[in-house]
Every structure is written in structure tokens, then in C-alpha cells.
């Protein structure tokens, strides 16, 4: 009875990675191939690895770095932007005694339920008519509409667990409140401003929707960018195995570092609106 | 140079929107006097302490150091030094950045700096952790570091708010004995705030006893053990508290379970409270008859609990052995260990 | 709670020694936070609040971009139209299937993999991670990923799997019914480990010793799952319930990746057919009229999750 129990549940687990890890696996499998052990059947798993395929994304004629480069300057700029808004913001929610408090909060948990459908529509006319489409500024400002809400609750949570003692004692050691919050009170959080940081990048690398209307030539991440691999007359399957892989790297690593942190910030992010892409 | 500290307090009341924590207090406190607040919790004491750094300002009433009204300034320029209950130590400075902090921010000259902040660590012995983080610090340590960095202002006034409560039992005492001889001789006036009379009672030169949001009393810890104003107070300071007992005037001597106690008040009538603290009762042959219920043996000395006139009277007596459970016993005392109060008002009766 | 002397709170104002410091400095305090929250605040009016506005007044306007020349007030004539549409129903039905589908499936299967790992006293830590992997990728990879190397026939692995199995080459995402399993089938992979991880840390959380009572009490297993563990992860489920509505209402990226709602209109959940009408076939006016009630269904369906869930918690 006992070995049959804990024979099941290593047939689950095992069934577990296999479904979870495979796709991934094979994606970078593929990436190492060449395009007819790609195309084998039945589908080869030892094969005689190549990095063809990384050449070519990189350094042939569609090099994808460009794109690698436009996705950095999106999530980075994002990120930066929306740090620089949520840190005083979610301070303030936090620790200030601010009438209407409870009414800010629901607001910025409100914004979420908007459909970004239905915030790309109209701000698609906006910056067609003052012509900043296919610009990083317009496709940076509006991934504030997810990234900043979601920063803004994280930061909250973090905020919220420094005892209020701490800006009595600053206070009454002679420091003003922006020396407060400056000197005493951000270097508390610094884990949770990693934290955060790592999740607005991550949402900004992911995001689909607003970087399909809005890119054009000169920005074009690689989520948009793989698409040049994949055209009605032909598919270049090793290149495109490679330039998944190169666009999964960033946020893996990332997700790997934070993955302590990873619940806190999906479950806060999600119910208050970040996972959503 | 006048001695600095003078703190004095004028009709300050606190409202929080409808609710009064503080319902309108006066009262002085003399440079260089060690002034404890006391009271339960909620009763006002810390709300008048965080008046007087300044993290909270009062609705009415002025408040006044060494003659100048502060009523208006915020904590950062009052100049007042101050211990928290949970010593709030800056966890990601070391014990020497947190002692310097206050200076830096008075912006200090550097080498000025050094000095002061070594001074303040070897007064309160803690020269040799300066570089650790708080984290890295015992409870003890830790409360050393929080009375480093309100040593360092050279503050005139100290005020601590129950600095003690974090400590275990053994600490406790030890740190209450520096304290006291810290604060002389650094000649500075402390305000002290505790829920702990015997704390109170052992450091204060002078202490007010807060209760729903008003100073009940105010006095030397003496005065206020010796003559409590009301069964309020005569309830509240001692351990064990103050028995008291119902009885009744009989043409201005009261009457204790029927019978007449040997002092006069200049009332006639009335329904009133006997007090008697429980180390000035006396268990023996002779007196009232009582009951012994509980014995709780304290080693040295024992307190027990008796029947009397239907209710509880303890009594503090040498000798654990000495009554057994279930012993019927006969209960004294003297009449100057009598207090009388007013069974309708609480206030205290005086003896004619 | 400290109670108003009789005297107290009844006393005028006007009273001498009034100085009102308190008020002062609570004035103070309410500027400074005013002053942190304002950037904030004008940032994310007009990234959500402002579009939200001028959203509605789009659905108002007849607004095609390959039709200029018609373009103007139209009123309440968007709205009419898609009432009528009946390529709009399917869209909700669609969506309503996706969503629960996908939210059931990553439930069931996360906690049913959470109780299992519960067990394991080592390994935690690789689960964790491998968890992670699908939750951080970007839902366009992981489309494509699986769009061209697991779906794809004769070589994608799924397909092989599904020839070796006997059932022959199928048309994975070219067959309307195919499609559509397939499209909830990718969004439960992305997915469901995220579901796992939430449970996964409530179950952690839960005290040892209300186990150890049960099973004094003669709890079996069985009746410890029903009436202590699901009681207990009751709060955390529908939180994930919530969340995971909330994202299969507006996914996007994968199905846009892997079907592009088709074939024909198989997979175009509401969604998906707000952003067609919208930048493919260049009705603006009418796309966002759809998007206005995409927002209407998700308002609904938040209020009832919500409900549901103050109900339970009371």
C-alpha cells in the first residue's frame, strides 16, 4: 500500500516535469539542430549539434539584435519610469495618513478591469495624430497602464511591513520628511524594489497586445520581431527555435533569481492586475 | 547658562475626530527631574509623550520648553531626544551610523561627529559594537544603542517611552538602576512613560498618574503610595493593589463589617470605601474573623488570600507556613494604614 | 478604545487655549502625500482613466479607417449592430468556454499537484523552478513554441505522440473543434503552474498541528482533504479563481500567436474579435464597442467572484 502510494506519486511527478519541461526542452533542442533534423521524422532527439541557427538570428542578414535591443529599451525604460512613479506613490498609500486612501486604492485596482483592448483602441488614434507610433515613448507610456498599478500594490505590501516607529525616530532625530523617506526608509525595501523591478521588466518583455499595434520599424521587440521567420511561403524552423530562445533567456534567468519572491509578487501583481498580458 | 529641561504643559487636550485621548492636562516638570508617566493602557500617557516629541500635535493648549512655546514644531526641530518602546533602530545601519544619525542631521562637523558618537557608546558600554548591524545585537544591546543615539544630542530632555518592556525580568532591573544613574549624571530631565507603577515607583522623582485621559494625580512616588487620591489610583499603585473594602459612616467613624474602626472623618454619613494595602495587615489571633483560602507562596514572604465580610482581603505576611488553607484566622490593622474614600465620588476622605 | 469625557467632545471650539496644531500638521501631512501620489495618479488617469473615456466616445462614432469618408456620430448604432451580431455571441460564448475551461482545468490540476508535492521532502525547490518556467515566458513564445514545434503536423511531437498512439496525423489548429482544445490546452500549460505555486504556499502554510488533531480526532484522509484542507484553502482558491478569470478573459497573445482566432472564427474569443475588428478590418468604432463589452462582461463577472467571495468569507 505504501510503496504503491509512493509509486503513483513519482509516476505524477515524473508525468509533471516531462509536460512542463518538454516544450521548453525541445525548443532549445530545435535551436541546435539543423533544419532537416528539425523537420525528421519521427523527431530526433540525438543529433549532431549545430549553432547554424544562432549565427544566422544573430549575425546573418535578419539579425534579430536589433530587436533584442529594442525589447531592453522598452522593458528597461518601462521599468525605470514606472519605479519612479510607484515608489512615492506606494509610500504615500502606505504610511500617510491621506483622506481618501481607501477610494485611491480601489481606483487603481479598478483601472485593471479595463481590457487592454480596449486601451490600445483609443490610444492608437492618439498617437497616430501626434505621430508616436513606432516610437519607444509611446509604447513605454503606455505600459505604465499595467506595470505602474501593479508596482504601485507590490511596493505597498513592502512598505507596509516597516514599523511606523522608524519615521517617528527620523523625525525625531532631526530629519526632514524627504531625508526620511531617502536615508531611512528605501533602504528598508530594497528587496522589495528587486522585487518589483524584476516583475515590471518581466510584464514589459512579455507584453504582446500594445507592441503589436504599436511597433513599426524602428521599434520592434522580438516577441514581434520571431514573426519574421515564419511567412505563408516558408518557415525557418531552426532560426526560430533560436530566437524563442534567445527572447525566453532574459526573464528565465530572472524569474530563476527571484523565484523565492515569485508567489508574492504573481499573486499581488495578478489580483491587482499585473499578469495580465 | 540656566539649567535646561523645563517642560511645562498647558490644557493640552487631544481629539481623535470626536474621541478625546487626552481630555486637557497641566502639568511642570523641573530641570534635571526623572518624571514618569503612569497610567493603563489607553489612558493618555502616550499620547502626551508623542505631544511632547512633537509626533503629534495637540488640539488645545500650549506646550512650553524652558520658557519657549513649541507647540507648533515638528519633532525634527524640537531638539528633544527620544527611546522607543521598540528602540527602532535603523536595521540597515551599523550601531555607529545609527548614533550618528542625529548629528548628521544637525549636520555635525565630521571629527566633532566621531567624538560624540564614541562618547555616547562607552556611557552606555557598547564601545565595542559599533561596526555590528542592530540585527547582529541582543535586546539588551539593542536598547543600549537606542539610548546611545538620544545620549548623542546633548538633548535637554530625554523621553522614553517604556523602554524597558522589551527586556526579560533580570534586565529589566539592572537596565532600571543604570537608567536612573545614567539620567543624573548626564543632568538631563527624562520623561519617562510606564504602565508599571513599581517601575514608576523606583525611578521617578516625581510621577502623574493618567487615567481616561486626564492626570489623576500627581506627586512623588511616595505621596501618591503613601495618600492615593481615589480608589481609582488606590486600586491601580501597589502590587498586590490596595484592598478595599465596603463600609459605612456611623456618625463620622466608619463601620467595617459591623464593626467601628478607630478614626473619625468629618462626615457624618454615607456609604464609603476602607483601603488597606495588604503588607499593613496583620493575621493573628486578634480582630475581625477571616478565612485563609489560597496561600501563594512567594519563598521569603507569602500573600494570602482570605474570606472577609464576604469578599477578598489579601494580606502579605513573612512567613508561607505560618497559616494553613482552610484556617480560620482573626485579620488587623492599624489606623494610620486606613485610607477612606468616598463611595459615590472615589475621592479620597481625610482623617479629622 | 478611549471614551469621550461627557464634557469633552460636546465643548465648543471657540474656547480659549485653541490652537488647532493638530489640523495644522495634518494639513501638512495630507500635502506632502499629495505631492508623492500626484505624478502617479495623473500618469495612470491617462493611461487608463482617459482611454477608458475616450473609448466609450469611440463606440459612439462610426470610425473606420478604410472608410473615412463615413465617418461620424452614430449614437447608440454600435451597440444595435452587435446585438444583432451574431458572430458577437459566438465570440461570448467562446470566451465563456475558454475562461472556465482553462480556470477549472488549472485549479483541478494544481492542486491536485500541490497535494502530491506536499508529500515530497525533497525536490521542492527544482518544482519550484520548473514551475516558474512557463509563468515568466511570454505568452507569444510560448504560442509560437508550441504552435511550431509540439502542434505542428508530422513533426511537432504532440502529433507524432498522437501517430504513434494510433490515431493518426490530426489537423491540430486547422480543425475548428481541434483549434479550440488546443488553444485552452496551451493556456492550461502556461498556466496551471502558477495555480500549483499559490496553493502549493497556502497548503505550506497551513498549521501541522490542526492534522495532528484531526487524525486524534480519527479524521482519514479522505475526510481531513473535505473537511479541513479545502475549508481552510478555500480563501486561496478563489483568489486564483479571481485572478485567473481575470487574465483568460483577456488573453491574447498565445491564441493571436497560434490561430489568430481562426480557423474562420473558431477561436475568436471576444476579445480577440475586438482587436480583428479593430485593426484588421479598421472598424474602429465598432471594435470599440466590443471592447466596451468585454469590459461590461468582465465587471460582471468580477462582481459575481467577488461576492462569492465575501459570501464565503462571512
Keep these: 500500500m505504501k510503496t504503491l502510494r509512493s509509486l503513483a506519486i513519482s509516476l505524477a511527478v515524473l508525468v509533471f516535469i516531462i509536460a512542463w519541461v518538454f516544450p521548453i526542452l525541445w525548443s532549445v533542442l530545435n535551436s541546435f539542430k539543423t533544419e532537416q533534423d528539425i523537420l525528421a521524422y519521427p523527431p530526433k532527439f540525438f543529433f549532431e ?59 487603481i485596482l479598478a483601472t485593471q478591469m479595463l481590457p487592454p483592448v480596449g486601451i490600445i483602441i483609443p490610444y492608437f488614434l492618439v498617437l497616430r495624430n501626434i505621430g508616436w507610433m513606432d516610437t519607444y515613448q509611446g509604447i513605454i507610456i503606455i505600459y505604465l497602464s499595467f506595470s505602474l498599478p501593479f508596482a504601485i500594490w507590490l511596493m505597498v505590501s513592502y512598505f507596509e511591513d516597516i514599523p511606523f516607529e522608524m519615521e517617528e525616530a527620523a523625525a525625531v532625530d532631526g530629519a526632514g520628511r524627504l531625508t526620511t523617506l531617502w536615508r531611512i526608509i528605501i533602504p528598508q525595501v530594497k528587496g522589495g524594489i528587486a522585487v518589483t523591478v524584476v516583475f515590471v521588466f518581466l510584464n514589459a518583455w512579455n507584453e504582446f497586445l500594445f507592441a503589436v499595434v504599436l511597433s513599426g520599424n524602428t521599434v520592434r521587440p522580438v516577441t514581434i520581431a520571431m514573426f519574421n521567420f515564419v511567412s505563408v511561403e516558408q518557415t525557418l524552423w531552426a532560426q526560430l527555435a533560436a530566437v524563442s530562445v534567445i527572447a525566453m533567456l532574459p526573464v528565465v534567468v530572472l524569474g530563476v533569481i527571484a523565484q523565492q519572491h515569485i508567489v508574492k509578487g504573481l499573486t499581488v501583481g495578478a489580483v491587482k492586475g499585473g499578469g495580465r498580458r | 547658562m540656566t539649567a535646561r529641561g523645563h517642560v511645562k504643559v498647558e490644557k493640552v487636550a487631544k481629539l481623535h475626530g470626536q474621541v478625546a485621548a487626552l481630555k486637557g492636562v497641566d502639568f511642570d516638570i523641573r530641570p534635571g527631574e526623572f518624571f514618569a508617566l503612569l497610567g493603563p493602557s489607553g489612558s493618555g500617557k502616550s499620547t502626551t509623550l508623542r505631544l511632547l516629541a512633537g509626533l503629534d500635535k495637540p488640539t488645545r493648549g500650549r506646550i512650553l520648553f524652558d520658557g519657549k512655546d513649541v507647540t507648533a514644531l515638528d519633532a525634527q526641530h524640537r531638539d528633544v531626544a527620544m527611546v522607543f518602546q521598540s528602540y527602532a533602530l535603523y536595521p540597515h545601519m551599523t550601531v555607529r551610523q545609527n548614533i550618528a544619525f542625529p548629528l548628521e542631521m544637525a549636520k555635525t562637523p565630521k571629527t566633532e561627529m566621531a567624538e560624540r558618537v564614541e562618547d555616547a557608546a562607552r556611557k552606555v558600554s557598547i564601545q565595542h559594537l559599533l561596526d555590528r548591524r542592530p540585527g547582529q545585537l541582543s535586546g539588551g544591546q539593542q536598547q543600549r544603542c537606542a539610548l546611545a543615539r538620544a545620549i548623542v544630542r546633548r538633548s535637554g530632555l530625554f523621553l522614553l517611552d517604556e523602554p524597558l518592556s522589551n527586556l526579560d525580568a533580570k534586565l529589566r532591573l539592572e537596565t532600571r538602576a543604570e537608567l536612573k544613574k545614567l539620567q543624573r549624571s548626564l543632568g538631563v530631565t527624562a520623561v519617562y512613560v510606564t504602565h508599571d507603577q513599581e517601575e514608576a515607583l523606583t525611578l521617578a522623582d516625581r510621577m502623574a498618574v493618567f487615567m481616561e485621559g486626564e492626570i489623576r494625580q500627581i506627586g512623588s512616588p511616595a505621596e501618591v503610595f503613601a495618600r492615593p487620591n481615589s480608589i481609582d489610583i488606590a486600586g491601580f499603585i501597589g502590587s498586590p493593589p490596595m484592598n478595599l473594602m465596603k463600609a459605612r459612616l456611623d456618625n463620622g467613624t466608619p463601620v467595617l ?95 479629622a | ?102 480556470v477549472v482545468l488549472q485549479v483541478v490540476i494544481g492542486l491536485a499537484l500541490a ?157 480577440l474579435y475586438a482587436y480583428r475588428k479593430s485593426f484588421t478590418e479598421l472598424s474602429l468604432g465598432y471594435g470599440s464597442a466590443l471592447a466596451v463589452a468585454l469590459l461590461i462582461v468582465t465587471l460582471l463577472i468580477s462582481a459575481v467572484l467577488f461576492l462569492m467571495r465575501r459570501e464565503r468569507a462571512a
Design chain 3, 115 to 271: 497535494l502530491l508535492l506536499m508529500k515530497m521532502k525533497r525536490g521542492q525547490t527544482l518544482f519550484r523552478i520548473i514551475a516558474i518556467l512557463p509563468v515568466v515566458l511570454s505568452p507569444a513564445i510560448v504560442g509560437m513554441v508550441w504552435r511550431s514545434f509540439m502542434l505542428t503536423p508530422e513533426f511537432g511531437v504532440i502529433d507524432y505522440l498522437a501517430i504513434s498512439a494510433g490515431l493518426g496525423s490530426q489537423n491540430w489548429l486547422g480543425d475548428p473543434t481541434m483549434a479550440m482544445i488546443s488553444v485552452i490546452v496551451i493556456h492550461t500549460w502556461q498556466w496551471t503552474p502558477f495555480a500549483f505555486m499559490v496553493l502549493l504556499a497556502s497548503l505550506a502554510a497551513l498549521p501541522d498541528e490542526i492534522y495532528e488533531a484531526a487524525r486524534i480526532d480519527r479524521a482519514g484522509a479522505w475526510q481531513r482533504f473535505i473537511r479541513i484542507t479545502l475549508p481552510l484553502l478555500r480563501p486561496a482558491i478563489v483568489m486564483v479563481i479571481i485572478m485567473r478569470t481575470m487574465v483568460a478573459l483577456t488573453a491574447f497573445a498565445a491564441i493571436y500567436v497560434v490561430t489568430a482566432g481562426g480557423p474562420g472564427t473558431a477561436t475568436e474569443i471576444l476579445n
Design chain 3, 1 to 102: 478604545m478611549p471614551v469621550a469625557g461627557p464634557n469633552i467632545a460636546g465643548e465648543p471650539d471657540a474656547l480659549p487655549g485653541l490652537t488647532g496644531h493638530d489640523r495644522i500638521s495634518a494639513r501638512r501631512e495630507k500635502r506632502f502625500a499629495t505631492a508623492l501620489l500626484a505624478p502617479a495618479f495623473l500618469a495612470l488617469i491617462a493611461t487608463t482613466t482617459f482611454p477608458l473615456l475616450f473609448l466609450i466616445w469611440i463606440s459612439t462614432q462610426r470610425m473606420d479607417l478604410a472608410m473615412p469618408f463615413m465617418d461620424g456620430f452614430a449614437g447608440v448604432d454600435n451597440y444595435r449592430q452587435l446585438l444583432a451580431d451574431p458572430r458577437f455571441w459566438r465570440s461570448l460564448v467562446l470566451s465563456l468556454v475558454y475562461t472556465v475551461s482553462t
Design chain 2, 257 to 351: 463589617a459591623g464593626r467601628p474602626l478607630p478614626l473619625r472623618v468629618k462626615q457624618q454619613a454615607g456609604e464609603i470605601v476602607v483601603g488597606v494595602r495588604p503588607s499593613a495587615i496583620t493575621i493573628g489571633e486578634e480582630g475581625m474573623p477571616a478565612r485563609v483560602d489560597l496561600v501563594e507562596n512567594l519563598g521569603d514572604n507569602a500573600i494570602f488570600d482570605l474570606s472577609f465580610d464576604g469578599g477578598l482581603v489579601r494580606a502579605r505576611g513573612p512567613d508561607p507556613l505560618a497559616f494553613a488553607e482552610g484556617q480560620q484566622v482573626a485579620i488587623s490593622f492599624d489606623a494610620k494604614d486606613i485610607h477612606l474614600f468616598d463611595a459615590a465620588s472615589g475621592h479620597r476622605l481625610e482623617a
Design chain 1, 49 to 107: 549539434p549545430t549553432l547554424a541557427a544562432y549565427r544566422e538570428v544573430l549575425f546573418g542578414s535578419q539579425s534579430i539584435l536589433p530587436n533584442v535591443w529594442s525589447s531592453f529599451v522598452i522593458s528597461i525604460g518601462t521599468t525605470v519610469l514606472t519605479m519612479i512613479l510607484a515608489i512615492p506613490a506606494a509610500y504615500a498609500l502606505a504610511r500617510l495618513r491621506v483622506p481618501g486612501k481607501r477610494g485611491a486604492g480601489f481606483y
